[in-house]
Structures are given as structure tokens and as C-alpha cells.
């Protein structure tokens, strides 16, 4: 699930802000709910992983990206996300439905982390001189660039995830929801790249499609069509333009994140990379195989195009799902929905990557 690739990211679009219990944190997909901070947006599993790709997929440890690490507590350390609200006003438009979308996850893995749920992982609000801060300067912090002067209470606490809420602009754009990848370690970066901010989770608009960039790809069980992303015209002439021959700008508009990148186009939120795990074996005419269609971290059929169009007719659908064959022995095909909550598979993914352990100080 990488950007989001993530997190893929992160909201709980419910009819109203309500009262949520924070269990052991402290402190248009139509409405859907997103994933967990921080710890689903990785890279995708190693082909001998036994967690198949298509759920909260994507831990591998690596130098770059790796499970968020242990913090020394009073008498424990555990697996810590200590995160931070941009300023005052992401907090204020965001904090209900990222807690909600939190407890989503821990109801799902059975309540507080510990031997009996097996799993160990906390959030904490970034503190320091005697209160929870903010990640910016006060009024420093910009919604359009999603910038600001770092809070310098914070200067040892730079690996902070920046939680942020990003507004409509004047022109009535949304900015994309986005997530990073996993947790970064210092020494995984060049001397010249700000550690501040590094690990972020941008949410716009409740509205908004959320950006859970995963790498999802096209799957032996999914039919991905980038043609029907927003924006494959302009990104395909733009390479085109380039001078990269069509059929391998179109390949590459539908297998190569950093080419999708590089022309701006919202189809990399779907391409694995390079580094995807094996075809899911078994036949894959006869339904979905093991592929987790129930995960949250699936796009549903209709993301980043038009859902009306999408829903009239199938072929104009990004991604479908593939349901054996006809009478002449021409795929099926039919349209996904979004999750409103995480899978048992999302949870197994997250038992796995940070099982319960518990280490004394």
C-alpha cells in the first residue's frame, strides 16, 4: 500500500463528529473509511510472504521504509506512532474522524494492543514542555503548500507524523488525500532531504477520493484499465511529446510508478513496482482466488473516474473484478464497491508486521 502507498489513507466519513473512545492511543469513495496511520503505507510483501497482496499489504523491512519503532515508556517500550496536528485548524476539522477512523482498526484486531489481541502498536500525540503540540509554528503553517516553520519544541521529535487538513482552494480544486510510506529512519536519508515532515498524512476534504496510494497493480484477479483514470490522455500525449513510443508510454502509464510521476498521472496509485510479489497462484478463470476483496485498502471500481459512467457500464470502469468465464469463454468481469471498515485480512496483516511483544526497560 504504498502512497498510500499508503495509510491506504486514512478518513472516516460519518454522518456527524461523534464521541469515540480512544482505546491505546493517546491523546468520493462515497465514504469511505481509510487505513490506519502510518502503518499501512508501505512497499508491498515479498513474493514468500504468506499474507497475500491486496489487503493492508506492503511491509517490507528495508532501510528506507520499516515497522514504526520502539519508544521507551515509564516501564515498557512499544511500537509507537507519535503523530502531530499540523496547527490548530487540521485538528479542528479532522481529529473526530481520525479518531474514528483509529477505533475502526482496533475494534477489528479485537481492542487494546496486548498478548490476547497480539498485537503491539500505540498512538501518541507529540509532547513536549509539559503539553501535546502542534508540528508548526503557530501561524506559520500553510493549507495550500502544506508548509510551515517547524515547532521547535518539536527539534527532537522531527520523525513526528504530520497530520494535516487540506481545504478547497479558490478555484474549488481539491487537493488529493496522501500518505508516505511507512516509518523512514534518519540514516535511510540524504544529508540534504529536511527531516521534518517526512512522514505525513495530508486528508482533504471529506469528499474528496481518498489517496491511499497503494500500488495495487493489475492482479491475475483484477482487470486494470488505466485508459479510464482522469488525466491517462494528457499524461500519454505528454510522453509521447517526449518522444517514448506509445505502446511503451502506455505500458509504462500502467506498470511504472515513477513514470506515472513523472507525467502527473493518478494511475501510480494503482501500479505496484518493481518490487510486487508473485502472480497469486490457481486458476484464475474460476473467481478471485485468495485476493482480498473485502479489504479496506481496495480502490473500489469507480475511483478516479466517473462514477456514473463507471457504474453504467463496466468498460469504463478503472479496475474490476474477475468472476471466471462465459459460455464462450470470454472473461466476466463485475464492479467492486468501497470498505467501510478493515478486513480480517487488514488485521492479519497488522499481527504479522508488529506482533505482540513486550520489552522492559
Known sequence: MSNMRIWAFLLAVLPSCCLVSTLSFSHDFNGTVPSIPGITNFSYPTASSHIESGFADGLVNTAIHQPWPFLRGLKYSTRTIRYCYADQASQDAIECKVNAAMNLWFEVLGGKPG???????????????????????KDSYNSKTAQGQWNAALHDKQDALVVSYRPVDENGNKPATSASLGYTPDNAMFPWQSRQARHYMQIADKDDVPRIAHELGHDTVIEYRPQNIAGYADALAAAIKDGVPEAEARNKLRDDVAFCQKYNFRGSAYVKGSDQPGIIQGDPTQGPLDFDFDSIM???????????????????CPMVRRVGQDQNG??????????????????????????????EN
Open 115 to 137: 498478548p490476547d489481541t497480539g498485537f503491539n502498536f500505540y498512538f501518541s500525540r507529540a509532547f513536549a514542555q509539559g503539553n501535546v503540540q502542534f508540528c508548526y509554528a
Open 298 to 316: 481496495i480502490y473500489p471500481s469507480d475511483a478516479e473516474t466517473d462514477t456514473a459512467a463507471c457504474r453504467n457500464d463496466i468498460a469504463k
Open 330 to 359: 470470454n472473461a466476466k468481469f463485475e464492479y467492486f464497491p468501497a470498505k467501510y471498515k478493515p478486513s480480517a485480512k487488514d488485521a492479519e496483516f497488522i499481527r504479522k508486521h508488529y506482533p505482540w511483544e513486550q520489552t
